[in-house]
């Protein structure tokens, strides 16, 4: 769709200076006019001094002007719509997320089949089938969120004062493994502040996703210390996150880490609301 004519159609509209609902008529007096309107199941007529029938004649032109442009908007915001509809049911995923998984899962299964089942061989193949899965899955959600980011920047509506000054590339962990995003930024000099859309909407604020945020929460809350909780995703989970990056994550979360941190006893459920 032409954004530059959305962008023509609306600087019109807002050009109207003046705008009136209804139709002039003669009174049946003859001696004056009438401005009629049908307004919450009822008509509503006034009548019109000769001094304001100007005025009344070029607010009525604005609203006919105003009810055409809009009109021709819609019909652009219909055909883009039309047209997104269609471009969804003819996109499927990119061939490299497909390939990347038949191909590992092939490759292991080549090595398997051609070695003696010894040892801690079964253990060793569970762990390496995870981290093939792991490695298409992550790809799958990064290539998820990003159309996420490109959709949520499209439709955000910077303030007044909030400059956008490009796109930036962040570093973001999941359950599957870690990916990139790329969002915009937006600079607001009056609070000397940056922002991005993208991290609020999608609760990127400390650069892991929801779930993996959730997932530590937990394990800060069940683990006697950060260590064990890191030594536990590890190997449950085979998620590298540091017992460092567990203490911040549960002190981003909100007051309810200090609770967890001074714990003595067995820690309970994780309560701690995830940003």
């Not at 060793?124 to 799958?140: G, H, P, Y």
């Not at 790329?182 to 000397?192: F, L, P, Q």
Request: hydrophobic share 35%; net charge neutral.
């Amino acid at each position: 769709m032409n954004q530059s004519e959305k962008t023509r159609l609306l600087q019109q509209i807002a050009a109207i200076p003046a705008m009136e609902r209804g139709k002039l008529s003669a009174h049946s007096s003859g001696r004056h006019l009438k401005l009629q309107r049908w307004q919450d199941g009822r008509n509503h007529t006034r009548h019109v001094p000769a001094d304001e029938l100007p005025a009344v004649q070029s607010a009525l032109a604005g609203y006919a002007q105003y009810r055409q442009l809009t009109e021709q908007y819609a019909e652009l915001v219909i055909q883009e719509t039309r047209q997104n509809i269609a471009d969804v049911k003819k996109e499927s995923l990119p061939p490299e997320i497909l390939l990347a998984q038949e191909e590992e899962i092939q490759q292991l299964i080549s090595r398997f089949e051609s070695e003696e089942w010894q040892g801690n061989a079964v253990a060793q193949m569970e762990i390496l089938v995870r981290t093939a899965v792991f490695k298409s899955a992550n790809a799958l959600v990064g290539w998820l969120l990003q159309r996420a980011a490109d959709r949520i920047d499209a439709q955000y509506q910077p303030s007044a004062r909030q400059t956008r000054k490009g796109r930036e590339t962040i570093g973001v962990q999941g359950i599957f493994g870690r990916f990139t995003l790329e969002r915009d930024y937006y600079y607001h000099e009056g609070k000397d502040q940056g922002h991005h859309p993208v991290e609020a909407a999608l609760g990127l604020e400390v650069g892991y996703t929801p779930a993996l945020a959730k997932l530590i929460c937990l394990e800060g809350a069940d683990e006697p210390t950060y260590l064990k909780a890191e030594r536990h995703l590890a190997q449950t989970g085979g998620i590298a996150v540091s017992a460092r990056q567990i203490q911040r994550v549960v002190q981003r979360v909100g007051g309810s880490a200090q609770v967890w941190q001074e714990r003595q006893a067995q820690p309970g459920p994780c309560d701690a609301p995830i940003l």
